[in-house]
């Protein structure tokens, strides 16, 4: 093994490291987060009794899952019950690896650690633990994996709830997992890449992907909210028809690691929507955040970090503000109104890209994404009078009034 | 023929789900920094004479945990009339009259079941000594069942404030 390899595999694990243990204290601290957010908007304090502020509260509850009692359903299929928890803890962990989180950093050293030989580092090193230059693709390919864990578990539990609610989300994360996957092609056609690091690049050459691709934002948003089960789209749960819909015969740490899976999944997700439309790790208006310095690199960890955050309120505030949809209504969102947008949007993009690049023959980031942005806000208004018409999301007067009406139009053919 | 159903069209500013979405959104996000209204229990009671939480304090007819009244001597008050065993609807007050060298009653046992009791006030409302008291207080938990009926002793000890009970004449308490 060379040198240099022994430097990028120790500066690797570091990273490993680093990101795996943030990511578990950061989820563990989300679930405090959540019923704090939850409790601020229902005028409540929310837990603060174990430690200062409830910060302890975490801990406490990771304890009390580790000493309760291991379940198992008679009837269950043991080791695919077993397999179920971890199939959906393991997807939602490996998309930290290709999510850059920082800007890249100069690191230099060359030292020889007894036994263990020589360890060179010459260059920046990208902070993301694996610079994958197909990094968008992986994301795509493993968030789709975690439908497995859910539908597994509700396969294996041998429960008629558990079935239902492992049916739902596989039918659901299926769905949008269509509308999501098609929401980002426009990206793609902006960055001309798909390695999350090179998107990141484009959108400080230009403007962050939310102001030319604003629907492909909401789409992907949308989306996410769908893929990650929560509300208002939380149907695979569906306490009040479900129980706990997949996780029913789950207990203890089975049990904790499905809300692992959770949440790790809502910080992918927003960590995607930081990355791909709102510039990643970027400081807008400068470009001090690229000289490659350790202080760039913590400023920009900083300002992810913040953006993720808002992001995960933004999450936790949706799902206290929105009831649950009916499940005909999550499909009908996901296959009538969100695919078909996501592939118009897909053309409009391309025909303005060839338009703007070929035919005007403007190739500057920034000009171009302005004029993107342009047409962005007449489609954006376009879209949403139409949902706002009251003509894709009908209530249940207007579906009454045209049953009523083929009554009338029989009585008089009769 | 159909069954006739009324049909409300209304208009879409009041059925968009867009606008309703906006607007819930902006409703909880005012909420997150209004005044918290949860009492931190063992910290602030309800019966705290300034708990700051006005709206939880309870009421001074509260009919809670009994109470004995005694006079300067430290003796309890009741003369053993016997009157609130024979009122208490619940069966819980066990009373067994003594009498001394001067013909004075007094209880030589007085014992109240909390468990059975259902603290509906009748006791304090028929004692012609005004000496047994229910008393705005609520905090009765023990480790063992026995140590819920309270003997004599224990009654006079209680130091919590005694129920104002409804006055026919003054049916609002003002």
């Known amino acids: 093994m060379t040198p240099e390899m022994k430097g990028f595999l120790l500066l690797s694990v570091i990273k490993m490291l680093v990101v795996f243990t943030v990511t578990m204290v950061g989820v563990a601290l989300l679930t405090l987060m959540e019923r704090k957010v939850s409790a601020w908007m229902q005028n409540r304090r929310g837990p603060n009794r174990v430690g200062f502020a409830g910060l302890l509260q975490p801990a406490a509850d990771g304890l009390k899952n580790i000493l309760k009692e291991e379940t198992f359903p008679a009837m269950a299929n043991r080791w695919l019950f077993l397999l179920a928890p971890a199939m959906s803890f393991v997807p939602a962990l490996l998309l930290f690896a290709v999510i850059p989180f920082a800007a890249p950093v100069r690191v230099d050293f060359d030292f020889t650690l007894g036994p263990l030989g020589r360890f060179v580092h010459h260059g920046l090193m990208p902070m993301v633990v694996a610079d994958l230059p197909i990094g968008?693709?992986?994301?795509?390919?493993?968030?789709?994996?975690?439908?497995?864990?859910?539908?597994?578990?509700?396969?294996?539990?041998?429960?008629?709830?558990?079935?239902?609610?492992?049916?739902?989300?596989?039918?659901?994360?299926?769905?949008?997992?269509?509308?999501?996957?098609?929401?980002?092609?426009?990206?793609?056609?902006?960055?001309?890449?798909?390695?999350?690091?090179?998107?990141?690049?484009?959108?400080?050459?230009?403007?962050?992907?939310?102001?030319?691709?604003?629907?492909?934002?909401?789409?992907?948003?949308?989306?996410?909210?769908?893929?990650?089960?929560?509300?208002?789209?939380?149907?695979?749960?569906?306490?009040?028809?479900?129980?706990?819909?997949?996780?029913?015969?789950?207990?203890?740490?089975?049990?904790?690691?499905?809300?692992?899976?959770?949440?790790?999944?809502?910080?992918?997700?927003?960590?995607?929507?930081?990355?791909?439309?709102?510039?990643?790790?970027?400081?807008?208006?400068?470009?001090?955040?690229?000289?490659?310095?350790?202080?760039?690199?913590?400023?920009?960890?900083?300002?992810?970090?913040?953006?993720?955050?808002?992001?995960?309120?933004?999450?936790?505030?949706?799902?206290?503000?929105?009831?649950?949809?009916?499940?005909?209504?999550?499909?009908?969102?996901?296959?009538?109104?969100?695919?078909?947008?996501?592939?118009?949007?897909?053309?409009?993009?391309?025909?303005?890209?060839?338009?703007?690049?070929?035919?005007?023959?403007?190739?500057?980031?920034v000009l171009r994404s302005l004029i993107l942005f342009g047409l962005n806000v007449i489609i954006l208004g376009l879209v949403f009078g139409l949902l706002d018409s009251n003509v894709f999301v009908k209530g249940s007067g207007k579906q009454r009034r045209s049953l009523d009406a083929r009554a009338r139009r029989e009585r008089v053919t009769a | 023929m159909a069954i006739g159903v009324k049909v409300l069209q209304r208009p879409a500013r009041e059925v968009s789900y867009v606008r309703a979405t906006l607007k819930g959104m902006a409703l909880t996000f005012k909420h997150m920094f209004e005044k918290k209204v949860t009492m931190q229990y063992p910290e602030e009671k309800s019966t705290d004479a300034d708990s700051g939480m006005g709206q939880w304090s309870i009421s001074p007819r509260w009919r809670g945990t009994h109470r004995m009244l005694t006079d300067e001597q430290g003796r309890s008050k009741c003369v053993a009339c016997g009157l609130c065993p024979q009122v208490c609807p619940a069966n819980c007050i066990k009373l067994v009259p003594g009498e001394d060298e001067q013909g004075n009653r007094?209880?030589?046992?007085?014992?109240?079941?909390?468990?059975?009791?259902?603290?509906?006030?009748?006791?304090?409302?028929?004692?012609?000594?005004?000496?047994?008291?229910?008393?705005?207080?609520?905090?009765?938990?023990?480790?063992?069942?026995?140590?819920?009926?309270?003997?004599?002793?224990?009654?006079?000890?209680?130091?919590h404030p005694v129920s104002t009970l409804w006055d026919p004449s003054d049916p609002k308490g003002e």
């Open chain 2, 106 to 159: 007094y209880p030589l046992i007085y014992e109240i079941d909390e468990f059975r009791c259902v603290f509906c006030g009748y006791c304090q409302e028929v004692c012609p000594e005004e000496a047994i008291h229910v008393g705005v207080h609520y905090e009765n938990s023990e480790y063992s069942r026995d140590r819920f009926v309270y003997d004599l002793e224990r009654l006079s000890s209680q130091t």
């Open chain 1, 136 to 365: 968008f693709l992986f994301v795509l390919a493993v968030s789709s994996m975690g439908v497995y864990g859910i539908a597994l578990a509700g396969w294996a539990s041998n429960s008629k709830y558990a079935l239902m609610g492992g049916l739902r989300a596989s039918a659901q994360m299926v769905s949008y997992e269509v509308a999501m996957g098609l929401s980002l092609i426009p990206v793609l056609l902006l960055s001309g890449n798909v390695s999350l690091s090179a998107i990141v690049h484009e959108q400080q050459l230009g403007l962050w992907y939310v102001l030319p691709l604003s629907l492909s934002f909401f789409i992907f948003l949308i989306s996410g909210f769908a893929e990650t089960n929560r509300l208002p789209f939380d149907m695979p749960e569906a306490e009040s028809e479900l129980i706990a819909g997949y996780h029913t015969e789950y207990s203890a740490m089975k049990f904790s690691f499905f809300f692992i899976a959770e949440y790790s999944n809502v910080v992918t997700v927003c960590a995607m929507v930081t990355t791909l439309f709102f510039g990643g790790w970027d400081i807008p208006f400068t470009h001090w955040d690229e000289t490659g310095g350790v202080l760039p690199a913590i400023a920009t960890a900083g300002l992810f970090f913040l953006k993720v955050m808002f992001w995960i309120f933004f999450v936790m505030w949706i799902r206290w503000t929105l009831p649950r949809f009916r499940y005909d209504q999550l499909m009908a969102l996901g296959w009538k109104v969100l695919m078909p947008l996501a592939l118009t949007y897909i053309m409009v993009i391309c025909l303005a890209l060839y338009l703007i690049e070929h035919r005007a023959g403007i190739t500057a980031p």
